[in-house]
């Protein structure tokens, strides 16, 4: 892992926490400020959106749905949308995400 590599997860890390202490929207102005590349920027986007999901459920299925689409191949995405979607009543997609989900996991056994 490079140097650079290093230092975003432990910006990451930093975010993390100030979201434990109850500093959510602190904790998304330092995500903001920040650029994330690779698997960090897949990380960074699902910490985001687990973030907006206390503070702008609209922002936060955004969030996920760019994660979709920039992020194709990662299953963690479809997986906390459809868990969310679950929550929030709307079953039909909530099958759709988490069979999308499970589809990627298998593809990549």
């Known amino acids: 892992m ?3 590599d290093q230092v975003k997860v432990r910006e990451l890390a ?5 979201a434990k202490q109850g500093s ?11 650029e994330f590349h690779g698997v960090l920027a897949s ?10 999901e206390e503070l702008d ?14 992020f194709p191949d990662n299953n963690a995405i479809p ?5 969310l979607t679950y929550k929030r009543g709307d079953l039909a997609l909530a ?4 069979m999308r989900s499970w589809q ?6």
């Open 2 to 4: 490079s140097m650079e």
């Open 57 to 70: 459920i609209e922002e936060c299925r955004r969030t996920y749905t760019t994660g979709l689409e920039k």
């Open 104 to 109: 990627i996991g298998r593809a990549h056994v």
């Open 24 to 34: 959510v929207r602190e904790a998304l102005a330092r995500l903001d400020q920040q």
């Open 14 to 18: 930093e975010v993390a926490v100030l």
């Open 43 to 52: 990380a960074a986007l699902l910490i985001r959106a687990r973030l907006l």
């Open 79 to 83: 997986l906390r949308f459809g868990v």
């Open 95 to 98: 099958k759709q995400l988490l």
